[in-house]
């Protein structure tokens, strides 16, 4: 029975595959569409409602999908550092960077100008190697284009421009004059006995740059010789903002100011004509130490207070951040040097305790006077050179800030300068950050 009914099976295949082919083959289709339709009818329930807008889960849309009831300050990180992330894309933080080759080089040198100061200029000092003037800053995810002499005078026609501060002022201020003589020359106007402050003009342009001596920007009395040699502890009044630059600051169309350092050194601290206290008191003398801290932020609140809320200026107020030093193996007085040639990565660099505090100070100060300045319609902007110099260890005059140190001796004993600027040098790079902000604000 079993072998008749598998004959009959093969005898009927057999004629079937070899006449009705598309036939079987229409048959199958519809027993497999039926039993698709039973799974399906049977497992409805394990499906979601299709949604009215199936395509809304768009991989593009970037919108958060938090509730807008919900209190978005508790929400973390993820969603705010994707939209910091792509602010960081859309908009260039031009004081965010690396240095980067630079094959052109500088665009004046220490024979073209004329502006240069003896401590700075260490090419003529002897400074052997030269690689720290082929570079050049590169924000991250945009270019810098470097200043043009020629565009920035005419942007400043019949304006005026001061440097207020310390000696690094007094240091950008000869780094700009000597990118802007590649077009036309300034002349002294004024010094003042010292030749601290000072003044140029650039006639063609009825263009006038003045650098003013306040590098506490409060009153202070200082006892030192041209060599920071100091005979009596300073006298810092720190109600009372220095009358060099007050009395100046309001006929500026455009302003930078910075201090920082000198607020390290030993000083006895008034207000109100009445000792508070002091930093690194004297031992003879029954005084508080307060810090420098203390007296650092006094003054900047002081400084922002009267820029936006005293001062009648309509010009632009840039405040530019104190900068890092570089000394290695000791300070200036105990044998630190910077012997190092070429810019770091970020990184390998901290900022030493002193600066770091300065810093967090002077940012913490700057974003209170903005919302003044905002409010009372002043244009306050900063300046932010921290980073980008915390990079160039490479950039200081070192033993040549002196002229031909070693030449009688190479193994001469030499004072290093790790916190000014050779020029030309890194320094120049702080034009073009100008010139940015000129532009394009």
């Not at 003589?181 to 402050?197: I, N």
């Amino acid at each position: 029975m079993v072998k008749k009914m598998g004959y009959n099976w093969k005898s009927w295949w057999r004629p079937l595959h070899k006449n009705n082919y598309l036939v079987i083959k229409l048959g199958v289709s519809v027993l497999l569409v039926g039993l698709a339709f039973t799974l399906l009818f049977n497992r409805s329930s394990d499906f979601p409602p299709i949604s009215d807008t199936p395509f809304l889960e768009n991989p593009h849309i970037t919108e958060s999908p938090v509730n807008s009831h919900q209190n978005t300050d508790q929400i973390p990180t993820q969603e705010n550092e994707r939209e910091e992330s792509f602010e960081s894309e859309e908009k260039c933080n031009i004081f965010r960077g690396d240095w980067v080759p630079d094959e052109a080089g500088p665009v004046y040198t220490n024979t073209s100008c004329s502006h240069i100061e003896t401590h700075q200029n260490c090419m003529k000092n002897g400074r052997p190697d030269t690689d720290y003037l082929y570079w050049r800053w590169k924000p991250h995810g945009c270019e810098l284009t470097r200043v043009d002499p020629k565009k920035f005078l005419e942007l400043v026609r019949n304006k005026s421009w001061g440097f207020i501060g310390d000696s690094i002022s007094r240091n950008h201020v000869q780094s700009f004059l000597c990118v802007l003589s590649a077009v036309e020359e300034a002349k002294e106007v004024y010094h003042d006995e010292t030749y601290k402050s000072r003044r140029w003009f650039f006639p063609s342009h009825n263009f006038t740059v003045s650098v003013l001596w306040a590098p506490f920007l409060a009153k202070a009395e200082i006892f030192e010789d041209m060599n920071g040699v100091s005979s009596s502890e300073i006298k810092l009044h720190l109600d009372i903002l220095d009358k060099n630059w007050t009395e100046q600051y309001n006929t500026f169309d455009y302003t930078i100011f910075s201090v920082g350092k000198w607020f390290v050194k030993t000083a006895i601290y008034y207000e109100n004509d009445t000792i508070l206290g002091c930093h690194h008191c004297p031992q003879a003398k029954n005084f508080t130490d307060l810090g420098f801290n203390f007296a650092y932020r006094k003054v900047m609140r002081n400084v922002f207070d009267y820029i936006t809320t005293k001062s009648s200026t309509k010009g632009v107020i840039f405040y530019r951040t104190s900068t890092p030093d570089h000394f290695e193996g000791g300070e200036w007085f105990s044998g630190g040097s910077c012997k190092r040639k070429f810019p770091s990565k970020k990184g390998e660099f901290e900022l030493n305790e002193l600066v770091r505090v300065l810093r967090e100070i002077e940012l913490d100060e700057f974003e209170k006077a903005s919302f003044k300045a905002s409010e009372n319609g002043v244009n306050l902007r900063l300046f932010d050179v921290n980073p980008m110099s915390l990079l160039r260890p490479d950039g200081h005059p070192g033993p040549y800030r002196f002229y031909q140190p070693f030449a009688k001796d190479k193994n001469a004993t030499v004072i290093n300068d790790c916190l000014h600027w050779c020029l030309p040098g890194p320094i120049d790079s702080w034009n073009d950050l100008l010139m940015e902000m000129l532009l394009n604000g």
